[in-house]
């Protein structure tokens, strides 16, 4: 294991401050006042304790942040004054006509006004009607629960698993052997995603690259020598969700770089090289495209090199 | 008594006395849950731990927690969430927040990356910024094991103040340290070396945003920073020979103002926009790398690189049944770093230069949605990107570039919603791609070894491309308790363009099913099973004559899972899941006219293989504590050989140099681990 990754007591200085400081709100607790016997959401709870428990622990059920459904009439917001009508009626799928967001049977852009009433206003979610989500009918309540303590979506670690619902492909690529931290829940799909923008790729950026430099910004540069796919998009050459090859490279070198690369001058013939490992050690440059790191074994700096060594080879990134 | 129990007894001992002291207090409001525990891993997991921090054998401490309360007077929420504080990957994050009005968060996390390879070297020097490697090499397998890896420590901040009447004031800043080291290359020759990594990146954003009925501004700020504490690392032989000098990033800084928005003109009807601005500097000191620059060379880059973007759009559905989206979009990305001279001949002409790149983009897109009857839907769209591309004037060209590209891409899918039992789409996607003549290389055919075609590529990211792709997917709910997804996809890619070597085509597919049943109230079942099968053909150049070398590279891939969850009992929970995920990559070679020369070392298939194996009993201990108990099973295999040579003798690891270096790098072909561990849940 790494020296650097030793345990630091930082971690746990924290937890002890924050849990003091918890201690300290907590004491406020107990001027809770109790809840309104005659609200909306009374009337619901009759039959709906579990979704009536949920709602009022949720950040929903705020009453005292105006722009809740608790502090604008409860359930009825979301579930229409025709909830009431359900239930004078007694209740059942459908009866009286409330509206239910959760149901299949519920248009994908009726539900999602709903919500956006009040969540429009989030920047992210400014260009949703745009998006390529709702373009294909995909509702906030196909990933989003509400009446839930926990969000799934909303959790790093489980917010991949919704995400694969429909994903499938990225299903399998996060368990290959290259691969970004997402089953760890260190990094999710949100972190490069955002699913509720029109940006290309729905990224959370304007860009492939300027979403990857929020992580790996010493590929930005600009270098003395770019390397020209590195400047315009990453996925040329890696594939984010995972592969088999490492360092989440599309394809193994030197086929990856041989789709570019074609030259027998100036640097003898190993841009055309064969594929396959060596039959020995070997210092020829012609017979190491494969084994180790590839081409990289000598192009080492491939995303970019900062020297001005007086070399004619200078832009190959061997420096 | 080991590191990893001293530390846990650390960890344990606090978090009892955090349950102790502050549980019970805390009794209100929405749940809280505070579990401690302890696990261990049988064997070392290096390929299956890189990122979690139980890489190696032995005991974990497993201590989590997800307290939140709530002060219903006021609105305030308390919240501390933290994870995996007993393990290197551990996170925790605080927060206040009186809802509506103003909050803040703190939050730490630390990412581990372990290096799933084991590396033998004679390498002196390994952290550091002087690298000098053995002569004469060491004997292979001799040399000193070292694992490699680095250490990402992110911290972020946020702050929320709403200013009344619709606006929000937003803040947030990330540290990010990342240090440790990196499997590198010297460059100069083929011979191991270790990059030194040890950088910060901050990023700071500020939102200022409004919201009224339906309209909608957001205007910020965000600045980003990356700082290197090496610039250039030296290497050599041990015997002094040989000087290399490796150059790293520099430092770097981006500002950025944006400004979007968008208003309801009628209920039915959306307007968009957004434009922003950025600029990105790098102007660290170069070096002289040693003094092999040329007194000529410029002594720093003044890099700086513009992003202007700008985009207006509408969603409208001007009639009940029809939907439209449309927008417009340009996007500006300039690389106005000055181009200079940084490699001069003799009499001081300049033949290499700095290769700043730039491009703009002008997309419009177009997409309509009619609704038909019984809940089917057709959706028909069209959107086109036209490119302007750099091609360099100055230098030496080693690919074809093109100055524009065009592409237009079709939509068209068929889908049927708002069913109880059966929704599903029917998508299809074409798409061209092409753009202007190629500038070649100026090194030109070589007619001395009769190569006409040399670096008459098309490359694959600019090549002429056709794509269609379909994708259909069904959800079948035949019963309440059961249902299944099935999906297909299938693409090809066609290139084309007047060289000879490049991608030819590409293909993928994937078929995939999903089923679930809930059994009854307590038990649900879950399966799945995933097949994907990629294919890529290519043409490449064959050393000399007009010999072409074909490569066909494929890889197929079949997972599967099974999962059960349910209650035994009301006190007992039980579950379950097994996973496996296999893979083959192929590599096949062949070439015009010929067969491939019997010292050439074939390319193997290489197979990866992980099982996961989960399960896990909880069983209720008193009214809000459990008891947990996990066990896993992992097992991976690969017979990957990346880092293997092949003589006569048979595979062995292969060593880097000849006379020098002799370094080794070794992966556990197969790693099997169980993990067992106990926690007590504690719920208040």
Redo the contacts between chains.
Sequence with gaps: MLETSRPSLLPLLTLLVCAVWLLAGAQQLAAQPAPGKESPEEICKACHVEKYDSFVASRHGVKTDSRTPASRGACVVCHGDSALEHAKKGGGRGVGGIVNPGSKTMAADAKNRICLACHQGDPKRTHWQASVHAGRDVSCTSCHEVHTAHDKVRDKLTQPYVCFTCHKEQRVQVNKPSRHPILEGKVSCADCHNVHGNNPKQMVKSSVVETCYQCHMEKRGPFVHNHQPVTEDCTICHQPHGTTIANLLKSRPPFLCQDCHASLAGGGQHPSQYAGPPTGRTTSSSALGTVGRGCLNCHTNIHGSNSTQNSATAGRFRR | MSQKTK?AC??TA?AAA?LT??GP??A????SEVSIGIGNWSDDRP?TG????M??SGPYFLLD?D?L??????????G?K??N?GL?????K?E?LR???IGLS?E??R????S?WTINTGLQGIGTTTLLVPTPSITPGTGTNV?L????DQITAKFFKSLGA?L?FNVSFRN?TK??TR????????EF?VEPID?T?R?LEA?L?Y?HEGF?L?G?YYG?S?E?AN?MVTTSLTSGASP???????D?K?HEFFL???YNFTPTT?G?F?V?YSQ?T?DEA????GG???PL??TH?D???D?T?GEI?I?SRPMPKL?I?A?LRY?D?A?K?PVQG???NTTGTP??Y????S?TNR?GKL?G?YLLPQAY?L?GGVEYNAQDRTVPSV??L??P?RANLDETTYRL?L?K????TV?G?LAYLHSDRDGSSYVL?S?GP?PS?G?P?????N???ISDRVRDKWRA?VDWSPAEKLAF?F?I?DGKDTYDGPN????QDGTAR?Y?L?ASYQVNSAWQIHA?Y?R?ETE?N?I?????TTIT?S?K?S?I?D?FGLGVRGKVSDKLKTGGDV?Q?R?V?K?S?SISGAV?PA?????PD?T?T?LRIRLYAQYAVQKNADLRINLIHERWS?D?????????SGATP?????TTDGTT?SANAKQDSTFVGVRYIYRF
Excluded: C
């Design positions: 530390r650390k960890v606090l955090l002291a502050y207090v805390l209100a409001g929405p749940e390929q890189i990122y979690d921090g890489r190696d927690a307290i309360k709530r002060d219903d007077a006021t609105g305030t929420w308390y501390l933290a994870r504080l290197d990957d551990r996170e925790i605080a206040w809802q509506g009005n703190l730490y996390s990412i581990p990356r372990d799933p694992e890896g680095t250490v990402r619709g929000n990010e240090e440790g499997a590198w290359g010297r460059g100069g020759a083929a070396a950088s990146i990023q939102l945003s919201s909608q957001t910020g980003t990356y290197n610039s290399f000098f490796l150059s790293l990033p520099l770097n981006s979007n928005g968008g959306r968009t957004k922003s990105a790098q170069l070096g002289n790398f092999t620059a040329s060379a410029p880059l890099g700086r690189l992003t973007m759009g969603t939907s989206v927008n996007r990305f690389d770093t940084i490699v001069f033949t290499v700095n290769t700043p790149f491009y997309i997409e949605t839907s959706l230098g030496t080693w690919v570039f899918q889908r919603s708002m069913s109880e929704n789409s290389p090194a070589i070894v190569e075609n040399q670096d008459r590529i490359p694959m990211h997917m997804q999906v996809e000879t070597y490049g991608l994937l995939a999903d799945w995933s994907n890529a290519e490449t150049q064959r050393d000399l070398k490569n590279l890889e891939g997972s996973e995920f893979s990559n590599y070679q491939l010292t050439q070392v074939p390319t290489i990866n992980l690969t990957d050989w990346s880092w293997m040579m092949f003589p006569a292969w060593a880097y140099g000849t790098v």
